[in-house]
């Protein structure tokens, strides 16, 4: 269960404030697969991160009574003086999993060669997602946050990464960023979609898809 309590987040942008979450509250439900739609700026990747806790609501609070992990595409978890592997054992030791077996699995998803022993400063964006990644799919939590990362690497890594995501679905939930309805059909039960400061849930995902390609065509 994650449930957000008056929720508000907005930037400032020039002369004007752009509104991510305004007073929002709503509850959504444990153990599903969650698409997460809307229109590009909308804010779906900054509530992914205010989701996992790596940015701050301006009012409000978000609750949740299981773990959730940190939004997967996001590279901004990974410390950039540190190589591959010394971030990975680090992450090991903050959730409390086994060090040797999370940086083996890494090693092996991400398939980053030589790369996995040199700082993440010297990362191209795709490598750190591929990192990231494979961290977030290493380590069991209840609800998994994947911001676009299954369209990362070429093809034959992009099925490992929809194989690997799909085995752990079967035991968690999760709220899924991406703009490819195959992948919304292949992996969600349900959707949402962030329009104008609200969050709309759909029991039904065929009717979420319908609604957001009606606000796309719109414009």
């Keep these: 269960m994650i449930r957000f309590e008056n929720l508000s987040k907005s930037f400032r942008v020039g002369d004007s404030r752009k509104v ?11 153990g599903k697969a969650l698409a997460l739609l809307g229109r590009n700026g909308a804010g779906k990747s ?9 940015m701050q609501p301006d009012r409000g609070r978000i609750v949740s009574d299981g773990t959730i992990s940190w939004p997967v ?3 901004g978890s990974l410390h950039r003086d540190l190589t591959g592997a010394q971030n990975i054992r680090f992450i090991a030791r903050v959730y409390g999993v086994d060090t040797a077996s ?19 400063r010297s990362y191209s964006s795709g490598m750190r997602s591929r990192l990231a ?19 990362v690497g070429d093809a034959t890594f992009r099925r490992k990464s929809r194989a690997v995501f799909r085995e ?9 960023v991406t ?27 065929d009717e979420a898809i319908e609604v957001h390609q009606a606000l796309m065509a719109a414009g």
């Design 20 to 30: 991510v979450v305004d007073n929002l509250s709503l509850t959504l439900p444990s």
């Design 46 to 54: 900054t509530l992914l991160q205010m989701v996992s806790g790596t």
């Design 73 to 75: 595409g996001f590279g």
């Design 102 to 120: 999370l940086s083996a699995f890494v090693e092996d998803f991400a398939e980053l060669g030589k790369h996995y022993h040199m700082p993440i």
């Design 133 to 151: 990644f494979g961290a977030s799919m290493g380590i069991k939590f209840d609800t998994y946050l994947v911001d676009e990362v299954t369209a």
């Design 168 to 176: 752990r679905m079967k035991d968690s939930g999760a709220i899924l």
């Design 179 to 205: 703009h490819e309805m195959g992948q919304v059909r292949e992996f969600c039960d349900a959707g949402l979609i962030l329009e104008k400061g609200q969050l709309y849930y759909f029991e039904d995902l």
